[in-house]
């Protein structure tokens, strides 16, 4: 499948930090049951210019060299998730980008480590989604 079903699928990434911890399989098993099917996944590491490219919307603030030398720090793990409703029932699993204020259960309560090494990357619209879906997978890479 080449195109990203709106609103059924969101794009995720484990990110460097929840990586090094060896979070990532009670990640996915958190994710899964949450009721999202995995429909495509690798395991990789972005190079700088590529984590640039990728938060390319970020370019104009402060945090930005940060956050692109972060996600270039190590390897993630990139998926495509699929359920009914997906974006914002994935926000709501992730939570808060600080921890401090992300709901008990919650992705990031349970595996960030501060603001800035916060564990996961959900897509926060169906647009994005799909950008971002594209940005790390070829059509042919993604599965019903």
Do not use: C, Q, W
């Amino acid at each position: 499948m080449s195109k990203l079903k709106a609103g059924k699928r969101t794009f995720t990434m484990i990110k460097p930090d929840a990586v090094a911890a060896g979070n990532i399989g009670a990640i996915l098993k958190d994710i899964n049951a949450a009721g999202f099917k995995i429909v495509a996944m690798k395991y990789t590491k972005l190079s700088a210019a590529k984590a640039g490219e990728f938060y390319a919307v970020h370019k104009e603030r402060p945090f930005y060299g940060e956050l692109v030398a972060f996600m270039s720090s190590g390897p993630i793990v990139a998926a495509v998730l699929e359920k009914e409703n997906a974006v914002a029932d994935f926000r709501t699993l992730i939570g808060a980008t600080n921890p401090a204020n992300a709901a008990a259960g919650t992705l990031r309560a349970k595996y960030a480590k501060s603001m800035g090494e916060n564990a996961v990357h959900g897509s926060d619209s169906d647009e994005n989604a799909a950008i971002e879906a594209a940005f790390h997978f070829a059509g042919t890479e993604m599965f019903a």
